[in-house]
């Protein structure tokens, strides 16, 4: 096998902040930043959303009332298109 032909493949921590995170897996990701964890330093990536913090994993999932919109809309344009309330036709 070719040494130049693949990327380094390596464990790396993916940290999530807003979560407070850590999450040792392996990836070929390229990043400067590293962090001691467990005992050893590994490369660090930040991650703006994780399973730890996204709201389809956590349950905290809100859910639009779409039905609720569309009578809204309705609602403030009359169901109908403006070129229909003047009578005009297209």
Do not use: C, W
Not at 16 to 24: K, M, T, V
Not at 36 to 53: F, H
Request: proline fraction near 4%.
């Amino acid at each position: 096998m070719k040494d130049t032909g693949h990327p380094n493949y390596r464990p790396v921590v993916f940290y999530d902040a807003g979560a407070q995170f850590y999450l040792l897996t392996r990836s070929s990701i390229k990043t400067t930043e590293t962090i001691e964890y467990e005992g050893k330093t590994y490369p660090l990536v930040k991650v703006d959303i994780s399973a730890a913090s996204h709201p389809f994993f956590t349950g905290k999932q809100t859910f639009i009332d779409t039905a609720g919109r569309m009578d809204k809309f309705a609602k403030k344009f009359g169901g109908t298109y403006s070129f229909q309330k003047s009578g005009k036709s297209k």
